[in-house]
């Protein structure tokens, strides 16, 4: 008899024959395993009174099939990215994007017009400032030209 059976109430070593098998009355199925022992929940978990998900959550948005709230939507221009990008790298070349990219999106109806014209503003202004130190450097250096080298 193993430690198991002796906790299931298993087969009595009495019960057996010399043979090693059980005697039993005829009819009775054979001995098997019962049904496990219920387990109950432990103190302290389980369902408290009082507490579930929290109200007027569902779920993250932007999961789940069908198109989001207020249908499909359309794609940023590209030019108007690089327009952005460019501004900041070389501003006359974002500049010119900037403008490009406007004309596109009004034909197109795509997203994107506010890039577009974050790269006309910051390419402007960047190309503006390249220009007059330009002009200042040009100025200064016709001036000190002019006065020459006298000792």
């Known amino acids: ?10 087969p009595d070593p009495a019960a057996r ?11 009775y199925p054979p001995p098997g395993y019962g049904p496990p022992p219920g387990y109950g929940a432990q103190p302290g ?17 932007g999961y789940g099939y069908g198109y989001p709230p207020g249908g499909y939507r359309r794609p940023t221009n590209t030019m108007a990215i690089l327009a952005l990008v460019m501004a900041f790298v070389f501003s006359p070349v974002g500049l010119v994007l900037g403008i490009v990219a ?16 974050a790269g006309i503003i910051v ?8 220009v007059l130190g330009f002009v200042f450097f040009v100025v200064a250096l016709a001036s000190v030209g002019s006065g020459g080298f006298a000792p």
């Not at 978990?45 to 948005?61: D, E, M, R, V």
């Not at 406007?102 to 014209?117: H, K, M, S, W």
């Open 1 to 10: 008899m193993t430690q198991d059976d002796a906790h299931r109430g298993g």
């Open 17 to 27: 024959s010399q043979g090693g098998e059980e005697q039993r009355p005829p009819g």
């Open 45 to 61: 978990y389980g369902a408290q009174p009082g507490y579930g998900p929290p109200p007027g959550y569902g779920p993250p948005p």
């Open 102 to 117: 406007r004309r596109q999106i009004r034909e197109t109806q795509e997203e994107g017009d506010g890039l577009a014209l």
């Open 123 to 130: 390419g402007g202004l960047g190309t503006a400032v390249v």
